[in-house]
């Protein structure tokens, strides 16, 4: 019979085993570690959501405030319109009248044109009555037959263009005589290349036209002036393929179109690559850098750098590296070293070239020259003396220009040593000199006419009788001894005892004489 189970064993659960309990203590750890892992996820998402609406914020206030700053500056400007259209309509009036009593006394201004011009104030003075009549012709005249007084022109010019009208039709007028094509009909003048007189026009057009408000952001500029400046810029791109394309459209031409589209404000973003190719094919031009900034190529700098460095034109770009502040990227005392080591190894190679005719010597010095002075420009201006020091390169540049000057110096010739003339000419002694009525002339001495014994004798009657002199070299000199230039195989011979010192005498083109001169003899012999 079975026994009863007791009531304690049916009222209580069994004890939990250990495993269940690692069970539950891991579950709590992995809870744990997950709560904690929500809780930093969350706070960094707090905190970046703080940080961005801290930065909204502060965009908007800084858009508040630049909108508040706007809207003032329109407001004054409209408030002044008023006042600016009556003191423009004054201006106006003042340059007519100026501009008729010019035309009055155009001839009394024709004389005093000459005196007027020759002092700083006159040559202002001169262009503020081209500018003043819009005479715009002639303004271009006078601007290209003064390139030697570029430097103070040049300041003076943006003041004469503040007198205009319209500056920009007048500069556009002003230009067009050889931009976008020349159009002068003298070829000889194509010899003389205009474009710096058209890119120091263009460049002083700049501050009189620029916005006073928002600056270079606007210019001042006429729609239509900007339409004809646009269609200008096209003609010029169409006639890249009658230049040779752009790797041989010339310098000044690039420059000269650059310069127009800064000017006028009308650079395209879809014609950045041609603008880059440009720049960079005319890169050794100072102004290029800041022309590339100004043309929206500052994102492309780096690539522009990197390819003058593999063409060689390292000092052209430590120039781009400054300009865009990329000195780190591009240290510029490894690119003129650089530099410097590719000059020497050109200068090398043509001394050593054997097809290279003429000078080498002198041509590799030059090469070597130009290089040398463009590092050392390179350093002062940008201040590189600690790091890159030029004293050396300064001694070397003496050196290449002294070895020059010794190579352009004549040969010495010592003052006892006698040649004889070109023409085979008589050699004057080396006592000549020293003879009281000694005279050594530079030309060729006349010959001497020899009596043939087949003429009849001169009639003694009337004529002096003359003794038989030792020969003559010159007019007057003693001539060294015979023996030592022998003109004929029968110098043996003895001379006439009757010769005479003939006068100058011309021979007609025979036997093997052609050029109409008898031989110069020291001493006639017969036979």
Avoid at 114 to 121: G, P
Avoid at 323 to 343: H, I, N, Q, T
Avoid at 455 to 474: C, E, I, K, L, N
Wanted: charged share 25%; aromatic share 8%; with cysteine.
């Amino acid at each position: 019979m079975a026994s009863i189970a007791d009531p304690g064993e049916l009222t209580h659960p069994p004890p939990p085993s250990f495993d269940d309990f690692q069970r539950q203590t891991s579950l709590m750890t992995s809870c744990t570690l997950l709560w904690k892992e929500l809780s930093d996820h969350f706070t960094t998402l707090e905190n970046d959501l703080k940080m961005k609406s801290e930065a909204i914020k502060s965009k908007l206030d800084k858009l508040d405030s630049e909108t508040s700053l706007s809207l003032k500056n329109l407001e004054s400007r409209e408030l002044s319109l008023v006042k600016s259209m009556s003191v423009a309509f004054e201006t106006v009036e003042k340059r007519k009248a100026a501009a008729l009593s010019l035309e009055d006394d155009e001839s009394s201004d024709a004389g005093d044109d000459v005196a007027v011009v020759d002092d700083s104030e006159g040559v202002l003075l001169r262009l503020r009555r081209f500018c003043t009549r819009m005479d715009s012709l002639g303004f271009w005249r006078f601007i290209t037959t003064r390139k030697k007084e570029l430097d103070s022109i040049r300041a003076k010019i943006p003041v004469a263009l503040a007198d205009c009208i319209d500056p920009a039709r007048f500069v556009l007028e002003a230009i067009s005589g050889v931009f976008p094509e020349d159009k002068r009909e003298d070829k000889s003048e194509r010899l003389n290349d205009l474009g710096w007189a058209c890119v120091m026009v263009l460049e002083s057009l700049i501050p009189v036209v620029v916005d006073p408000i928002l600056g270079d952001k606007r210019m001042l500029v006429t729609p239509k002036v900007k339409e004809n400046a646009g269609k200008i810029a096209e003609e010029w791109k169409k006639s890249l393929e009658q230049r040779g394309g752009i790797e041989n459209v010339k310098t000044p031409d690039v420059h000269t179109f650059l310069q127009h589209l800064v000017t006028f404000g009308i650079v395209k973003n879809a014609d950045l690559d041609l603008y880059r190719k440009l720049v960079v094919g005319s890169a050794w031009r100072k102004q290029m850098p800041k022309l590339a900034v100004s043309l929206g190529l500052r994102h492309k700098m780096p690539d522009m750098i990197e390819e003058l460095i593999s063409k060689g034109q390292q000092v052209d770009a430590v120039h781009f590296t400054y300009e865009v502040g990329l000195v780190d990227r591009f240290p510029p005392v490894p690119l003129l070293k650089a530099f410097l080591k590719d000059a020497k190894k050109a200068a090398t190679s043509i001394l050593e070239d054997t097809n290279n005719s003429g000078r080498p010597a002198q041509l590799a010095a030059r090469k070597e020259q130009s290089a040398l002075r463009a590092v050392v420009k390179c350093i002062e201006e940008y201040k590189l003396e600690a790091e890159f020091p030029s004293e050396s390169l300064k001694k070397r540049i003496e050196q290449l220009e002294k070895v020059k000057t010794e190579k352009k110096r004549p040969a010495a010739v010592p003052a006892n040593k006698r040649t004889r003339t070109n023409n085979g000419g008589p050699m004057p002694p080396a006592k000549a000199g020293r003879l009281t009525n000694a005279y050594v002339s530079s030309f060729p001495a006349p010959p001497t006419f020899v009596r043939s014994p087949s003429h009849s004798p001169y009639p003694a009657t009337g004529v002096p009788q003359y003794q038989v002199s030792p020969p003559m070299y010159g007019h007057g000199s003693r001539s060294p001894p015979a023996s030592h230039y022998v003109y004929s195989p029968e110098a043996a011979s003895p001379p006439l005892a009757a010769s005479y010192p003939g006068v100058p005498m011309s021979y007609p083109a025979y036997g093997g004489y052609g050029n109409g001169m008898a031989p110069v003899y020291q001493q006639a012999y017969y036979r």
